[in-house]
């Protein structure tokens, strides 16, 4: 097959464009990180040891002869790259047309630049998948000018030259460790030139001979070890590139960055807080500072309206109040701030404005799901002291609390209770990474009501109406026969059946698709739910009714978590049944009980961990173990995997469960204040093994926002 040559074309444009800088004297210094055509820290397709900034979130797709790869990166920490790479793979199966392959990528980068010394990485490409990728790499980068970035490294595996034969059939998704950085090494090296402030350029040496893309339908493996490349930035959030491999096959490339860490608008559009008013002389006001207008039965019912009137204002509700002559509680629901420190900033100033000067002690409780989850006490004098000072300083003046939930001394602010809201808007709903459609997307509209009848009893539902998409119904595959089930033939199955052509293991996901594509309204969510705090350090929550759009039934949960504890246990049962395909409120035959117990444990920095261990949704017993990082502005990103005790076969492809869930606050993106976030989950597989309920509103997610782990976390906002 004849390809054009484009490597004496990219010379040649290379040789202008340095001929047309130099003669400009433009200067030249390298400025955001490039990344190469596997979506990571690199050149072409060989890494580099330079760390993309804290927090960096990038989608990167790449083309050309040898395949399509989309990848999602993320930097966790600050030396920490991880990767999640979905490819499109032309003839290298040859059962398949084309192999959708996923793959995982990790990088650690265990030396900075330092003087003399180069950045060093070590790195794993696909170590967990198929292997088609499958390499290992030690890496050195160094800037030598300001303009020129060099990197040596020695690779093992596709770095090498050396593809580890994939057996297809293979369920894959496991590390093989026994393959890390055995069989032959051999060096690799790239340069990278910044010609201009967006245009650079890229040179390489790489021993990929890409085996198994050129073996199976006929495309030529490359003529040469030498890549070049070309890379143009649009400021510091896209990249378009283009590049040669052997220097006759053309590929191109295009990404785009974000950094968790910086806001797509500046902060400080929210209008600005209520300053805090000192109190007047005792001369000024002697019955204030007595504390006389206590005796007044009218004195409280009065300052409590007028507070809540400003607080409603700053999208705060004053649940409830209670005042003294040297102590007021409030009890707020914060309705409008992502920071849960800054909505009780606000409200302290407030305070200041709306209670006579006796009052020393400010209590600021914090409300979720109708529960007391922590409380605040301050001294006044100290938010009179300190507005205008670093908010460390406060922060260590204030006690986080246990909060109880019934003191007694409370009262009910009017109104509160019952209370309706409902919202109509637009959804999305979108699939990724299937192995047969690799973007499937539906698009309608979502009439949602919440009616909170009684502190922590809640009534709420959802109800969808498609409009268009490319979700359709559909039926799942025999794991016996390898093939796809008729939709009525599988609607005539039993639970048994269908668990019969499933390796035995019951469907309660792999006919996901069985809900899609309904004409008519569906009603995903349709719960009534009772949470309660018995005692100051544990919380209860049960839930019953339509739970998610496969299963409905009862869920009970209860958490042990005090206020200034790194650690929380938790336990949840429940028992449910699978609901039908088509009808809204119907239930099929399969029914089940799963429960787990759970251990959570905040890091600090804004990491922490979970394990759950107990039953699945499809009868199987393990344990998932998750790990998350959530920033200072509300970016969530974890991966999880989970383990059974089904076996390769009986999971299917992808042997366990495993994925990344992903949360963006509406803040960060819109540059407004709102508690509403945009959640998604990455994952490589959606298979029957490892499936848990999915229930709104768990314990540990509702309480952790307003603990003193997270609380101080935040603080830096409290005088926002």
Same mark, same amino acid.
């Given at each position: &097959? ?25 200067? &030249? ?68 047309? *084309? ?53 040596? +490294? ?60 050129? !073996? ?10 030498? @890549? ?38 500046? /902060? ?52 409830? &109040? ?31 404005? *709306? ?25 006044? /004098? ?38 309706? /809201? ?159 395909? !088509? ?61 059974? @005790? ?15 869930? &992903? ?26 093994? +490892? ?5 709104? +509103? ?10 003193? +782990? ?11």
């Amino acid at each position: &097959m004849h390809r054009p040559r484009f490597r004496p074309l990219l010379l040649t444009t290379t040789a202008l464009l340095t001929a047309s800088v130099t003669a400009l004297g433009v200067p &030249m210094t390298l400025s955001a990180q490039t990344l190469n055509s596997y979506g990571m820290p690199g050149a072409i397709d060989t890494p580099t040891a330079v760390a993309p900034a804290e927090g960096q979130f990038s989608a990167d797709v790449s083309y050309s002869d040898y395949g399509r790869r989309v990848t999602t990166s993320f930097q966790v920490l600050p030396r920490l790259t991880t990767a999640l790479r979905y490819s499109r793979i032309k003839g290298i199966d040859p059962n398949r047309d *084309a192999l959708y392959d996923r793959s995982f990528d990790i990088q650690f980068q265990v030396f900075e630049e330092s003087g003399w010394r180069p950045s060093v990485a070590v790195g794993l490409r696909d170590f967990l998948g198929t292997g088609i990728y499958s390499s290992e790499y030690l890496v050195a980068t160094k800037q030598v000018t300001p303009a020129i970035r060099v990197s040596g +490294g020695i690779g093992w595996g596709r770095l090498a030259g050396a593809w580890r034969r994939t057996d297809y059939n293979d369920e894959g998704g496991k590390p093989k460790v026994e393959d890390w950085f055995s069989g032959p090494a051999r060096p690799f090296a790239s340069i990278e030139w910044q010609a201009t402030d967006k245009l650079s350029v890229l040179a390489e040496y790489s021993n990929d001979d890409y085996e198994p893309e050129s !073996d199976a339908d006929g495309t030529e493996p490359p003529d040469g070890r030498l @890549n070049l490349g070309v890379n143009y930035r649009l400021g510091d959030t896209y990249q378009i590139g283009a590049y040669t491999i052997g220097g006759d096959t053309f590929g191109i490339r295009a990404s785009v960055a974000l950094n968790a860490r910086q806001p797509q608008y500046p /902060s400080g559009l929210e209008p600005a807080p209520a300053p805090v008013r000192p109190r007047p002389s005792p001369a000024a006001d002697p019955e204030g500072w007595s504390g006389a207008w206590s005796a007044d039965p009218t004195a409280q019912p009065a300052i409590q309206t007028a507070l809540s009137t400003a607080l409603a204002k700053e999208g705060q509700v004053l649940e409830s &109040m209670s005042l003294s002559a040297n102590r007021a509680e409030i009890r707020i629901r914060n309705t409008r701030y992502p920071i849960q420190a800054e909505a009780i900033g606000r409200a302290a100033r407030l305070m200041t404005r *709306a209670l006579p000067p006796s009052v020393e002690t400010f209590v600021i409780t914090s409300m979720k799901s109708g529960i007391a989850t922590s409380s605040v006490e301050l001294r006044r /004098s100290d938010v009179e002291a300190l507005e205008n000072t670093a908010a460390a300083r406060i922060a260590q003046r204030a006690n986080i609390l246990d909060a109880k939930q019934y003191p007694g001394d409370l009262l009910a602010s009017p109104g509160i209770y019952p209370k309706f /809201s409902w919202r109509l808007a637009p959804y999305g709903d979108i699939g990724l990474f299937d192995p047969d459609e690799p973007l499937r997307y539906e698009l309608g509209a979502e009439l949602s009501g919440r009616y909170e009848i009684l502190p922590g009893l809640i009534l709420k539902g959802r109800v969808r109406q498609r409009v268009l998409g490319t979700q359709t119904q559909k039926a799942p595959k025999n794991q016996i026969t390898n093939e796809n089930y008729s939709i009525d033939d599988y609607l005539a199955l039993d639970a048994e059946q269908q668990a019969a052509g499933n390796n035995g293991v019951p469907r309660v996901r792999s006919d996901t698709r069985m809900f899609a594509g309904n004409g008519g309204p569906t009603v995903p969510e349709l719960t009534l739910a009772w949470y309660a705090h018995p005692t100051p350090t544990t919380y209860t929550r049960v839930t019953a009714g339509m739970i998610e759009r496969a299963f409905g039934g009862v869920s009970a949960e209860a958490l042990w978590k005090p206020v200034d504890s790194r650690l929380a246990l938790g336990a949840e049962v429940n028992r449910v049944r699978k609901r039908d395909f !088509d009808s809204v409120l119907g239930f099929q035959d399969y029914e089940v009980t799963t429960g787990h117990v759970s251990a959570y444990y905040d890091f600090g920095n804004g990491i922490w961990g979970q394990v759950d261990v107990g039953k699945y949704l499809a009868g199987d017993k393990g344990a998932t173990v998750s790990l998350n990082r959530e920033f200072a502005n509300g970016w969530r990103i974890g991966a999880y995997a989970t383990k059974t @005790n089904l076996s390769d076969e009986q999971y299917g492809e992808g042997s366990f469960d495993k994925g990344i869930t &992903m949360s963006v606050p509406l803040t960060w993106a819109l540059g407004t204040p709102s508690t509403q976030r945009v959640t998604g989950d990455l994952r490589s597989l959606s298979r029957d093994g +490892g499936s848990r309920l999915r229930v709104d +509103g768990r314990l540990y997610e509702t309480v952790r926002e307003t603990h003193s +782990g997270k609380l101080y976390e935040g603080w830096g906002r409290f005088w926002r």
